[in-house]
């Protein structure tokens, strides 16, 4: 209204032409608005149209002129969107959608259309660094609504998105799918970046163009989850990004059970992005007034590679996601691999003094320490007994704990209380509370199976194991908690609803280790899976760290830690030396540096020269440890591309540094025949470069009095020597005082 007034007021061209672009803006804006999610990079634009559908305008780089972002459809000249909801922030099933949706449902009168429209939105202010946008949609019809949340950490260029669906409709709706986010991406090409594997062999990528059709990544395991597939993936625009180069959007869902993720290649050639719980075998029955929220999905978007991305992850995860991400960590011995179920007292009393001879923080006792009437003396028993088992421990964990003090040692302790064997008193006293189909033959996952997380009582047990655990044992200084079987025969006698077993159990997992943390803020936990089982940010929001492979041949791990680094950061990487491979124990303690340092040996056997090997180490370690932690990574030479693998951490001052270098390569003549270009440094700073864990009776190849600057280092490199007989060469950087 105002801006026709002004028009009929002015008869000066100019002034006619500038009120009628007012009037035009103005008009836009009150039919079209736009809802940009900005990070200090990026920008995801959502616009409502004047049909009130809430479509993505824009996934990319920031532009700094925001009422450019209106001109940004002009710009493409694509074919026909005929339904005008192919770019959809959430796509619904059954209306005039024609591409994979993000939500199908039942109403309640058996309808199984829905059209979600436009109804509000806000931005609030988390902090000064994350803002929560939240978008809530709503049914033509039906008293149906989603709110798609939005969350910012805008420093590390992160973006949590999911949504919470609810209705009002007389009866229950069925949710038959329920993604977390729905994203849209406009390039030439696609490429998918994915990982799959096994027991011992996590993280292989796998490198493909995305062709039209649709890509699902997914699980349907249960619990442990990731151990065929992990919801981790990269998707890099127009070519593979490489280390320092490209547009990459790194993608990831929090979540401890089965997730899909849908990348499907329209005929418009976008690419849309579904990512949420799999919706396999898990129908969701949702009550009138009752509320269902998803998963996050996390994204970063970096357009300097997949290194940059990594650092906003590494950024975000200690800042905001892990157990005491900022903090420290406890080193260790651990008897797994040195005693496997057979020890006793006196056994660990030795392992005690090992571990201080060592030189590490603290002793964690593996599995094997409990139950009686069926000992676990193997894994075919007693798993679910949480017990002392008297024989091996007639004084108890108690007396052990007291014990390790009295080293001076810290004592850590080994669970895998979701767990039991049929072979003991627990599935013997209950067992409706264990996952199992009722007439079926059972089927065991390293013979045991999984308890009913879904049901309360069971989520009262397995607090109580831990609890138990730590009322008695204050001074309790470390859990590992394990998870070695999928579900098969997923049944519960808790629930009326068979299809939300998936569902609820991890609900279950979670509302248990919320009660952990609520009572045990800070003892340290590491998540493992048999491996790499679980990998994903909303259980490390329990866990200080986690285990990547119970494949710890340090060839192999290089492979691994590399893969697992882009996602995650060193800090919460559990990497322990062990007699996993043929190489020597500073190449495998070396390799096991780049993270979370353990052992898992038999420190007695050592000769005296690897003992005072590793007893260096540790302390080497303990001075750059705050350096791998909480400084940046870059990786310098790709094994899967050279004959060395090269690392180096930074701290953020860029002073202090320490650069890991590795032969991955037996061929004749392999190692570092060109210098490794060293990346992050201060080009006008001086940096000493010297040699560290030597092994007994060698000399470094290094001249450690010479300076470079940093515009040196990046430019032309430096050579850390690598090749046959020099295999695992770690370098300390300082900056110079010139
Ligand atoms: C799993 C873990 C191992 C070890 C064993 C114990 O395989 O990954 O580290 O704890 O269980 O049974």
Not at 657 to 686: C, D, H, M, Q
């Amino acid at each position: 209204m105002k801006q026709v007034m002004l028009l009929f007021r002015c008869n000066h061209r100019t002034i006619v032409f500038l009120a009628l672009s007012v009037c035009f803006i103005a008009r836009a804006s009150a039919q079209e608005i736009l809802i940009p999610v900005e990070t200090k990079t990026n920008a995801l634009v959502l616009k409502v149209s004047p049909t009130k559908d809430v479509n993505i305008l824009y996934l990319g780089e920031k532009l700094s002129h925001s009422e450019e972002y209106n001109n940004i459809s002009g710009a493409y000249r694509q074919t026909a969107d005929y339904s005008n909801v192919l770019a959809s922030a959430y796509t619904s099933a059954g209306s005039r959608n024609l591409a994979e949706p993000a939500i199908a449902v039942v109403h309640a009168d058996g309808n199984t259309s829905l059209d979600l429209r436009y109804s509000s939105h806000k931005t609030e202010r988390v902090d000064n660094n994350s803002s929560l946008t939240s978008v809530v949609l709503k049914d033509s019809l039906y008293p149906f609504w989603v709110t798609l949340y939005y969350k910012t950490y805008v420093k590390e260029d992160i973006v949590e998105q999911w949504c919470v669906i609810r209705h009002k409709e007389k009866g229950q709706v069925t949710l038959s799918k329920f993604a977390s986010a729905n994203l849209q991406l406009k390039a030439g090409s696609y490429w998918l970046r994915q990982y799959h594997g096994d027991w011992a062999r996590e993280m292989q990528p796998e490198e493909t163009l995305l062709t039209h059709g649709i890509k699902t990544l997914d699980s349907k395991l249960g619990t442990r989850a990731n151990l065929f597939q992990p919801a981790l993936f990269m998707v890099s625009l127009d070519k593979p990004a490489t280390e320092d180069e490209g547009t990459v959007l790194f993608g990831s869902l929090s979540w401890t059970g089965n997730f899909r993720i849908d990348l499907e290649v329209d005929y418009q050639d976008n690419l849309r992005l579904l990512a949420g719980m799999n919706n396999f075998a898990s129908t969701y029955f949702l009550k009138s007034g009752e509320e269902f929220t998803t998963p996050a999905f996390l994204y970063t978007l970096s357009h300097q590679g997949k290194g940059k991305a990594s650092r906003n992850l590494h950024d975000w995860a200690r800042n905001y996601r892990l157990v005491d991400g900022k903090g420290t960590r406890l080193t260790l011995l651990n008897n797994w691999e040195a005693t496997y179920f057979n020890f006793n007292e006196e056994k660990l009393a030795a392992l005690l003094k090992d571990t201080k001879k060592l030189g590490v923080d603290l002793f964690l006792l593996d599995d094997g320490w409990f139950a009686n009437k069926y000992p676990r003396n193997d894994d075919h028993a007693g798993l679910g007994d949480w017990e002392e088992n008297r024989q091996k421990l007639p004084n108890g964990i108690s007396y052990l704990v007291k014990e390790a003090t009295a080293n001076d040692v810290k004592f850590g302790i080994w669970i895998e209380p979701e767990m039991v064997n049929p072979k003991s008193e627990l599935y013997e006293k209950h067992p409706d509370w264990i996952i199992r189909q009722p007439g079926r033959e059972e089927h065991y996952f390293r013979n045991q199976l999984v308890l009913d997380l879904s049901n309360p009582k069971v989520q009262d047990f397995v607090f109580g194991v831990v609890d138990g655990l730590l009322e008695k044992n204050p001074t309790l200084a470390y859990i590992k908690w394990d998870c070695n079987a999928v579900i098969y025969n997923a049944y519960s006698a808790h629930l009326k609803n068979q299809t939300h077993l998936y569902i609820e159990y991890v609900r279950g997992l979670y509302k248990v280790l919320e009660r952990i943390r609520g009572k045990y803020p800070t003892v340290p936990m590491m998540l493992c899976s048999g491996g790499g089982g679980r990998t994903d940010y909303a259980a490390l929001q329990y866990f200080t760290e986690y285990w990547p492979s119970d494949n710890t041949d340090p060839l192999e791990r290089i492979f691994i830690q590399w893969e697992y680094s882009y996602f995650f950061p060193a800090i919460a990487s559990s990497n322990h030396v062990t007699d996993w491979g043929r190489q020597s124990i500073k190449y495998r303690t070396d390799v096991a540096m780049m993270g979370k340092l353990g052992f898992d040996i038999v420190v007695s056997k050592l000769k005296p020269e690897e003992l005072a090997y590793c007893q260096g180490a540790v302390k080497q370690y303990d001075s750059v440890k705050a350096v791998i932690w909480q400084g940046d990574q870059y990786r310098l030479t790709d094994p899967r591309q050279n004959s060395v693998a090269s690392v180096l951490y930074l701290d953020k001052d860029k002073a202090n540094g320490v650069l890991f270098n590795y032969l991955v390569s037996g061929r004749f003549a392999a190692g570092s025949t060109l210098p490794i270009r060293l990346k992050g440094l201060a080009p006008e700073k001086s940096y000493r470069l010297r040699e560290v864990n030597l092994y007994p009776g060698t000399t470094s190849s290094i001249l450690s009095d010479k300076t470079y600057t940093g515009e040196y280092l990046m430019t032309v490199g430096f050579n850390p020597d690598v090749r046959s007989g020099r295999n695992s060469v770690v370098i300390k950087l300082t900056q110079a005082n010139r």
